[in-house]
């Protein structure tokens, strides 16, 4: 009882944490910095930021807001290939666990699911320290992997995730779904888990930034241009990563159908592996009724979110249940209405359908989303209306008090419960 005592409560494996601006790198922030104000003791473990980071030096261990951070340097090639994350992957799952035994002096580990494999040196963290296991499934691997044909069955990746599954979900105490999809993907997929042991908790959106505003190479005024000479423009943008789980064909198709309405303009900001092609397809067609930006900070996004009419967002098919598009949630604060290429049984299409916040349909359905966008474009009073519906949906479900609370009440139980054996 004595070790047990002075052990601290909460550790937070990830990959990505503050002062990194990605979503998996402010969702896990957030969630410390909450958890640290409800009383727990919280420290994190994460990989030294490069690649996302503003800051250029960053010190490798801080204590902030509370939240004791030690951060660890690791390979970091580009992300653009598969080869290159699976290289970051492996690099930072091993340093991590040459810092194996950093990990008893807490209570509980929150794991995330990227990378695939770090869950696995929590589960050992379980087994050897009786450490209390939170598993955050952003993306459900290897299914996500095989769906967008990144491995194959009879790969090594494979094999090595089957296993890695097998050891996690026996220990795990509870597993964080982003969705009621993802949950019922994994109790059909993942014999040894019991529908008592997931907690649906969806990602949020606060608009808050945090880093300083002088560190942000802007582009603002770029997005201000784009503000003050709209002119009666429909503006149409997709802010989602553009990754293996999306659906751009669909975009790209009613892109083109569209090429000659000089009334409609579509703004696409972000990172990911799709991008390179989404420039190469807009150069090579001549569609100049597109623009593109890297990923957008600060004000330069809200003033992105402001300028836009309507969004789109989208997952590519067989990726519903597997992965759930955070910047959904963005989209929603703003209040504008939201196009969903993504299956009818998804959360996020249920919210768009039960309270007619926008549009849902399925990948390659190119006329049923020009469509869409030409019936918002003509019917300004449908598109607030249907703006307010989101917003609605967003101060209902996804505001990042209502969704960190399910964390603290969770973390809560777990760690009375364990003080109660």
């Known amino acids: ?113 990227n990378p695939p494999i770090l869950p696995l040196i929590a ?117 989602v990563n553009m990754g293996i789980c999306q659906d751009l064909d669909t975009i790209i198709e009613a892109i083109k159908v569209l090429r000659n309405d000089n009334k409609i303009k579509f703004i696409f900001a972000g990172h990911g592996n799709k991008m390179s092609l989404l420039k190469e397809i807009v150069v090579r067609e001549k569609l100049d009724n597109v623009m593109i930006f890297g990923f957008l900070h600060g004000q330069d996004y809200q003033d992105a979110l402001n300028i836009s009419d309507c969004f789109i967002v989208s997952l590519a098919k067989g990726v519903t249940g597997l992965a759930v598009p955070s910047k959904t949630y963005s989209y929603m604060m703003a209040g504008k209405p939201i196009i969903a290429i993504m299956d009818e049984t998804a959360d996020i299409s249920k919210d768009l359908k039960e309270n007619n916040a926008g549009y849902v349909l399925e990948t390659g359905e190119v006329s049923k989303l020009v469509r869409a966008i030409k019936e918002l474009r003509d019917n300004p009073d449908k598109c607030i209306y249907m703006g307010e519906n989101c917003k609605n949906i967003f101060l209902k479900k996804y505001t990042k008090e209502k969704c960190t609370t399910q964390y603290v009440k969770m973390m809560k139980n777990i760690l009375e419960g364990e003080q109660n054996v």
Not at 15 to 20: G, L
Not at 60 to 79: A, T, V
Not at 104 to 112: H, L, T
Request: contains cysteine.
């Open 123 to 239: 589960a050992l963290a379980n087994k050897f320290f009786n450490t209390k296991l939170v598993f955050v499934c952003y993306d459900v691997y290897p299914e996500l992997a095989l769906v967008t044909n990144s491995i194959s069955k009879d790969s090594i990746i494979n094999k090595i995730m089957n296993i890695v599954n097998r050891v996690v979900f026996n220990r795990v105490d509870k597993v964080v779904a982003l969705s009621n999809e993802m949950k019922a993907f994994l109790l059909k997929h993942r014999s040894n888990l019991s529908e008592q042991k997931i907690e649906v908790i969806p990602n949020w959106y606060s608009g808050k930034e945090y880093f300083k505003s002088s560190e942000v190479n802007s582009r603002h005024e770029t997005i201000n241009s784009i503000k003050n000479k709209k002119d009666g423009t429909f503006v149409v943008s997709y802010f």
């Open 1 to 113: 009882m004595m070790n047990r005592a002075k052990k601290k409560d909460i550790l937070f494996m990830c990959q990505y944490f503050y002062p990194e601006y990605i979503s998996s790198a402010v969702l896990p922030f957030e969630t410390s910095e909450v958890l640290a104000n409800a009383g727990f003791s919280v420290g994190v473990l994460c990989g030294y930021p490069k690649e996302y980071s503003l800051s250029t030096k960053v010190p490798s261990n801080e204590l902030y807001k509370g939240i004791e951070i030690k951060r660890l340097k690791y390979i970091q090639l580009k992300r653009n290939n598969f080869i290159g994350r699976l290289i970051n992957y492996f690099s930072f799952t091993f340093v991590v666990t040459l810092n194996f035994l950093y990990l008893r002096k807490y209570r509980s580990i929150i794991v995330y699911s």
